[in-house]
């Protein structure tokens, strides 16, 4: 299977200049560093958010901040408050992040708040406590300066409810890319033509060499209410090892829970498989536990080691991930897959 790999522009950044030799000291083998890599095309943008950090010397945990923020930010994609709603016609948020010290922070069932991910650094930093959700998490984050925003959904989540509601069927999508003729795996497509990734993770190294990722999501469109995914939990939808790499997840939630999908993959890097062959023995894990059921969902890891070395692998067909490691902007590179 041939990875597929696509360039994509996104203009000039600056002067050539800011990468010195010095920047670079930490590259080794065919890695790079530093480093940006998220789930998605929409990662492409949230890159840019992360690389403005890093590509002048900023830490790897305000890159994951703020390269996700991006697309908490756009009210037309699948992530953030403009997201699809549960089957009550609600918007949940969930979010973690964590540094490079194992530091970390979660919220979870985070209503009305537009930057989930930011509450979650601040459980992180200003609190004894890893978790906080439901209307805790929003009482925290309002203590903490955030505004409450309107209770209404964005048109376009709005629109795709409605339709839903038709049937009001409650059966998880496969979450993929690429392909929008094979109508078998086939996500929820909206009226706005974007598709239903209700996810991003995204993973940086900086120029110091130290690792950091975040993960913020809307979880599954027109899910059971009070549901989370994994997206939130520490060792499942996102893990950070600074000896040895980081991995985030996106896809069923339910079944990268099942194995702790993230630290399973930290942990095959640290036996010493590369990122991509980490993520595929993890996928493996998966598909070995209940191989008839996994052909109707979507697990996709992506990781990077302390080199600076990426991958990702899926189980369906149609994952991708953005990468961003110069100013020449970021690469769509379509994940190998196993079924």
């Excluded at 800011?18 to 998605?40: C, D, H, M, R």
């Excluded at 998880?172 to 795996?185: L, R």
């Excluded at 399973?264 to 993520?279: D, I, T, W, Y």
């Excluded at 080691?305 to 490691?325: D, M, P, R, T």
């Amino acid at each position: 299977m041939l990875q597929r790999r696509r360039f994509l522009q996104m203009g000039s950044l600056g002067a050539g200049s800011l990468f010195s030799a010095k920047l670079f000291a930490g590259t080794a083998g065919t890695g790079k560093v530093p480093l940006v890599i998220s789930t998605w095309d929409a990662g492409i943008n949230a890159n840019k958010g992360a690389w403005e950090v890093l590509k002048n010397g900023g830490t790897a945990l305000d890159a994951v901040e703020k390269g996700v923020m991006v697309t908490e930010d756009e009210i037309s994609c699948c992530v953030g408050l403009g997201a699809n709603p549960d089957r009550d016609g609600h918007v949940t948020l969930d979010a973690s992040i964590m540094d490079e010290k194992g530091n970390c922070g979660c919220v979870a069932f985070l209503e009305r708040i537009k930057h989930p991910i930011s509450v979650a650094r601040k459980v992180m930093e200003k609190t004894p406590h890893v978790m906080l959700v439901g209307s805790g998490a929003q009482q925290f984050a309002i203590s903490e300066g955030f505004q409450l925003e309107p209770d209404r959904l964005s048109p376009d989540a709005q629109k795709a409810y409605e339709e839903w509601l038709k049937k009001s069927e409650y059966k998880p999508q496969i979450n993929v890319e690429n392909t929008k003729n094979d109508q078998s795996f086939a996500p929820i497509k909206l009226p706005n033509g974007a598709w239903n990734h209700d996810t991003i993770g995204m993973l940086a190294i900086d120029a110091k060499g130290n690792l950091s990722g975040s993960c913020t999501t809307s979880g599954m469109g027109f899910k059971m209410r009070g549901r989370v995914g994994d997206s939130p939990i520490i060792g499942a939808g996102l893990f950070v090892d600074n000896e040895i790499g980081a991995a985030v997840s996106t896809g069923l939630g339910e079944e990268v829970i099942k194995v702790c999908g993230t630290h399973l993959v930290v942990e095959f890097m640290r036996q010493g498989n590369s990122p991509e062959n980490a993520c595929k023995l993890a996928v493996e894990r998966i598909v070995k536990k209940n191989p008839a059921r996994a052909k109707d969902f979507q697990v996709g890891f992506i990781a990077i080691n302390k080199k600076g070395q990426y991958g990702g692998y899926c189980i369906q067909k149609g994952f991708n991930y953005a990468v961003c490691y110069s100013n020449n902007g970021s690469e769509l590179v379509d994940g190998k897959y196993l079924l």
